[in-house]
Structures are given as structure tokens and as C-alpha cells.
């Protein structure tokens, strides 16, 4: 069965520290994975996807397959960076997201 | 380009009355989905389409739900009579079909629907 799980609901860090918010996936294949963030007041919103290999407002997120890992990393959290995290999977293409419960991280100062 | 759009924001009705939510998908987006998101949980799959074909309604309560999506562009979900634990935000999303692509989804600002 596909699953994502995040591990940690709060994650509370102070402005500057090191941030690593942890998703960790079931699938048998070939994944695609996804992070997605929703700040306060807005709208679900596409953050990262593993095969882009892209740095989005200093986020990172590499796609490990032997633990099945897809955690999102940033050197120096900041306080704008509040908000709550959803890591998301896709199995066979054309099929739809499967989301973890997400985690909520908080920076503060 | 103009975003996915849902209505209304809030809904409070009493169990066992109805409900209906509508979904105007980005223009373009062949493939729409409904979502369930209960407090402190993820985003749940209800229903996908693509165009006005259903393509994944293995999670959708049929007995009380239902979706369609006539002429392949809006969308309405419909709970029919509901229950107390159907309170949730519904979020719509809609995105291209490009084969062989890592696409993610545009969503909607969702409905909160609330069951006293």
C-alpha cells in the first residue's frame, strides 16, 4: 500500500537554526514525491518536486530510495518560514496525490 | 492565470441536511480532484476526474456522496445526508495532463464545512 508518514506534528526551531522536516514513504516502485506548504490564511500551495532538484526560498529536498526518504532541509530557518508541511507522493502516473498528515513548524526569534 | 476557485468559503449545516459545494478548475486543467482534509490530518483523495470521466472514486462514501463534473470543466460535490463527521475543509485542485512530466497541482482555497 502507498503511504507517507511525517513523524513529527510540531517542529520549533529558532530564527537561524537548521530546519529538517522528515518524510519517509511506502511504495514499490518508482515514486514521485512532493512537498507542499500552507502559511497562514493561504491556499495549499506546490513548494518542491524531487525531480526538478530545485531550491525553492532555500529549501532543498533530496529523494533517498534506499530509506525511503524525502526530507526537506534549510540551512538557516526564518521567521517566515511558519508554516504547516505536507509531503506528498505519487505512484503510478496519472494517479493522485497521496499527502502525509503534515508537520507545523515554527521559527522563532 | 486566474486560480482554482471554490464556493462557498464556510458552510454550517445540521446533520442530515445537505450540501453542496462548486469548483471552477484553471482554465485548461483536463484533470480535477476533490479532497477531504479533516483538523490535523492531510489532504484525503475523495474523487479525480479527468475531463468529465471519473478516474479514482475508491475513497468516496457513495451512500451520501457525490461528484460530477459535466462538460468537463466545474465541478460539484454534494453531501447528501450528512453527518457530523463529515465536517472538514474540501479542497478542489485541478492540473495539465503532460505525459511524462513531474507536475504537482493548483488548489483551491477550499470550504469549510461544519456539521452541528
Known amino acids: 500500500a502507498q503511504r507517507v508518514t511525517q513523524p513529527e506534528k510540531l517542529l520549533s526551531v529558532f530564527k537561524g537554526a537548521p530546519v529538517e522536516l522528515k518524510c519517509n514513504y511506502s511504495?514499490?516502485?518508482?515514486?514521485?514525491l512532493f512537498w507542499y506548504v500552507q502559511y497562514s490564511r493561504q491556499r495549499l500551495q506546490l513548494l518542491l518536486r524531487?525531480?526538478s532538484r530545485e531550491s525553492i526560498k532555500g529549501f532543498t529536498a533530496d529523494l533517498n530510495k534506499g530509506e525511503t526518504s524525502f526530507h526537506l532541509k534549510k540551512p538557516f530557518a526564518q521567521e517566515e518560514d511558519s508554516a504547516m508541511y505536507y509531503c506528498?507522493?505519487?505512484?503510478?502516473?496519472?494517479?493522485?496525490?497521496?499527502f502525509g498528515k503534515g508537520t507545523t513548524l515554527s521559527v522563532s526569534s | 492565470e486566474a486560480g482554482v476557485a471554490q464556493s462557498p468559503r464556510y458552510k454550517i449545516i445540521e446533520k442530515r441536511q445537505s450540501v453542496a459545494f462548486w469548483c471552477n478548475p484553471i482554465?485548461?486543467?483536463?484533470?480535477l480532484y476533490w479532497y477531504q482534509q479533516i483538523l490535523g490530518q492531510g489532504p484525503k483523495l475523495l474523487i479525480q476526474?479527468?475531463?468529465?470521466?471519473?478516474?479514482?472514486d475508491s475513497q468516496l462514501p457513495k451512500d451520501r456522496f457525490s461528484a460530477e463534473r459535466l462538460k468537463g470543466v466545474d465541478s460539484t460535490l454534494k453531501i447528501q445526508p450528512a453527518k457530523l463527521e463529515d465536517s472538514a475543509v474540501y479542497l478542489c485542485?485541478?492540473?495539465?495532463?503532460?505525459?511524462?512530466?513531474?507536475?504537482?497541482?493548483?488548489f483551491g482555497s477550499g470550504t469549510r464545512l461544519t456539521v452541528v
Open positions: 524531487h525531480i
Open positions: 485542485a485541478s492540473s495539465p495532463i503532460r505525459t511524462g512530466a513531474n507536475y504537482g497541482y493548483t
Open positions: 511504495y514499490s516502485g518508482s515514486p514521485e
Open positions: 506528498a507522493l505519487r505512484g503510478q502516473a496519472g494517479t493522485a496525490l497521496i
Open positions: 476526474f479527468q475531463n468529465n470521466g471519473v478516474v479514482d
Open positions: 482554465s485548461g486543467h483536463a484533470t
